[in-house]
């Protein structure tokens, strides 16, 4: 088991910075390669990005490449996501989740085993 909470959200105004932090505790942290995803509301839940296990890979989503950066600390358990130049379509809730798949990078929440709770985001206009 996995247990992940998620940090670091709230209200900010379009063009700002917010940093989430992702804090695991259970099985080896660096086992996992680990995820961002958000869900608006009224809207499915999207894929922003993941990382490797190792941090040696990344891939975002479109709507977010060179806004948002991804990276983790193995040593501390955690992964961030540093969201720069915010808008207002950036409003959603923030999940981290952690899988098991190794390859190629997981882009489907149903690759994820574990998910955290969630961290509000809100980017006014």
């Known amino acids: 088991q996995v247990q992940l909470v998620e940090s670091g959200g709230g209200l900010v105004q379009a063009g700002g910075s917010l940093r989430l932090s992702c804090a695991a505790s259970?099985?080896?942290?660096?086992?996992?390669?680990m995820g961002w995803f958000r869900q608006a509301p009224g809207k499915e839940r999207e894929f922003v990005t993941t990382?490797?296990?190792?941090?040696?890979?990344?891939y975002y989503a479109d709507s977010v490449k060179g806004r948002f950066t991804i990276s983790r600390d193995n040593a501390k358990n955690t992964v961030y996501l540093q969201m720069n130049s915010l808008k207002p379509e950036d409003t959603a809730v923030y999940y981290c989740?952690?899988?098991?798949?190794?390859?190629?990078?997981?882009?489907?929440?149903?690759?994820?085993?574990?998910w955290g709770q969630g961290t509000q985001v809100t980017v006014s206009s």
């Open positions: 259970g099985r080896t942290f660096s086992s996992y390669a």
């Open positions: 990382i490797s296990w190792s941090g040696a890979s990344t």
């Open positions: 989740a952690a899988t098991t798949l190794l390859g190629s990078p997981a882009l489907l929440g149903d690759e994820y085993d574990y």
